[in-house]
T-cell receptor, first 113, second 109 residues
Framework: NAGVTQTPKFQVLKTGQSMTLQCAQDMNHNSMYWYRQDPGMGLRLIYYSASEGTTDKGEVPNGYNVSRLNKREFSLRLESAAPSQTSVYFC????????????FGDGTRLSIL | GIQVEQSPPDLILQEGANSTLRCNFSDSVNNLQWFHQNPWGQLINLFYIPSGTKQNGRLSATTVATERYSLLYISSSQTTDSGVYFCAGYADSNYQLIWGAGTKLIIKP
């Protein structure tokens, strides 16, 4: 039982490059989330998907897009990476939006030069 | 406002000691969770504890929702307990997790 799986674990990009971070969960959860964590800080919500077919902006959505591909998978895309997007990105899932525990992947460490 | 506050911000203990971490949350935050972020950056679910007390081995947590606080107890600390402990609660207004700033725990051998 893998839980929440994120790929890749590490990535280095040049400014202006694009990339997609992948996330998949095997817990049959309805809701999925993308967060970023900057050094010494807590997590900030980028986007979430309350259920399959829906996505909504979180606290810091600028510069990102998301796709809820199916119930299991939720991807995060950086169209034109900027140094300010250097961070650790976490994907999470929960049975439902609000009032249910969230379970996290191991994170993707992204550096943008 | 919508707030989650943790104390202390830092804690250094010798192996074998006990510790208590506190999380205060505002009226519009509920359904607390405790997480441990280990030195490798992984976020581990410890407890989902909207109210009451739960125990898991050397760790236990208590949430008194009416008084807007939660406590995480770690007994007989081990070096592997080192890391940052976060509490987070759901905001009633938009069902998003509101995070505390964390307690950085260092257990010395």
């Amino acid at each position: 039982n893998a839980g929440v799986t994120q790929t890749p674990k590490f990535q280095v990009l040049k400014t202006g490059q694009s990339m997609t971070l992948q996330c998949a969960q095997d817990m049959n959860h309805n809701s999925m989330y993308w967060y970023r964590q900057d050094p010494g800080m807590g997590l900030r919500l980028i986007y979430y998907s309350a259920s399959e077919g829906t996505t909504d902006k979180g606290e810091v959505p600028n510069g990102y897009n998301v796709s809820r591909l199916n119930k299991r998978e939720f991807s995060l895309r950086l169209e034109s990476a900027a140094p300010s997007q250097t961070s650790v990105y976490f994907c999470a899932s929960s049975e439902a939006r609000g009032g249910q525990p969230q379970h996290f992947g191991d994170g993707t460490r992204l550096s943008i030069l | 406002g919508i707030q989650v506050e943790q104390s202390p911000p830092d804690l250094i203990l010798q192996e074998g000691a006990n510790s208590t971490l506190r999380c205060n949350f505002s009226d519009s935050v509920n359904n607390l969770q405790w997480f441990h972020q280990n030195p490798w950056g992984q976020l581990i679910n410890l407890f989902y504890i909207p109210s009451g007390t739960k125990q898991n081995g050397r760790l236990s947590a208590t949430t008194v929702a009416t008084e807007r606080y939660s406590l995480l107890y770690i007994s007989s600390s081990q070096t592997t307990d080192s890391g940052v402990y976060f509490c987070a609660g759901y905001a009633d207004s938009n069902y998003q997790l509101i995070w505390g700033a964390g307690t950085k725990l260092i257990i010395k051998p």
